[in-house]
């Protein structure tokens, strides 16, 4: 079973599943999405065109035999102005929001969300972005073959908003409470375990052996400790 990472483009929002591909829950404020009604999809479209070209990549999909499987975006908060209806809102001035990871149901259970999060960890350290921030949905609606952890999204009247239990598996924690959309927070410099989980988990996605050992690592590259790679999982 071939899987792969890609940066996220406008061919590649064409694949998204259609609610996904025309959602502009998070990319438009709540006036200019009523505007918009029944041209989400070209709105949507148009502010990933806008942030690729002056912002740069914001997000990643992962294929599964040449199948799209599953995405995440993210930006600053600037680009985000769904954002601001949360009662946990503003996002830190340090951090960018990730908005949406989004796991098709047939592929979930396979740690196709972490490998996401951590493809787009690696992508905001080489940019040198020092936080990464989301709400957090603590409801509990989740895929029950995925289980908590990997109840990658829950739509809500419209919406998607990450699980929180998802964001806490991950390597998020809570930066400010609230009984429904905790403001969640992953300080990326201090993670220390990010490179090496990520080297992992990107050999494993691309050798196809998932559940196996790894190839070696390289000489002067460390693996985290094993304690912590079995927690984090």
Known sequence: MGRRVARLTLDQLEELPAGC?????????????????????????????????????????????????????????????????????????????????????????????????????????????????????????????AGAVFGVVVGHGGHCVVAADFLLAVGFRTQRAHATYPRMRMDLRTSLTWREEFEVALDRLLSGIWGKQPRPVASGTRRAPRGVARQAR
């Open 21 to 145: 591909a025309s959602c502009v829950f998070w990319e438009l404020a709540p006036v200019r999405r009523q505007a918009v009604r029944g041209h989400e999809g070209e709105e949507k479209a148009a502010w990933l065109s806008g942030v690729l070209r002056d912002w740069g990549s914001c997000g990643r999909v992962v294929y599964v035999d040449d199948v799209l499987a599953g995405h995440i975006i993210y930006a600053p908060p600037v680009y985000f102005p769904g954002a601001d209806s949360f009662a946990t809102a503003p996002v830190g001035n340090d951090a960018v929001l990730l908005s949406t990871v989004q796991v098709a149901p047939d592929f979930r259970g396979q740690g196709l969300g972490r490998v996401l999060v951590q493809a787009m960890a690696k992508d905001l350290l080489q940019r040198q972005v020092r936080a990464v921030e989301a709400f957090g949905d603590t409801r509990g609606h989740h895929d029950g073959r």
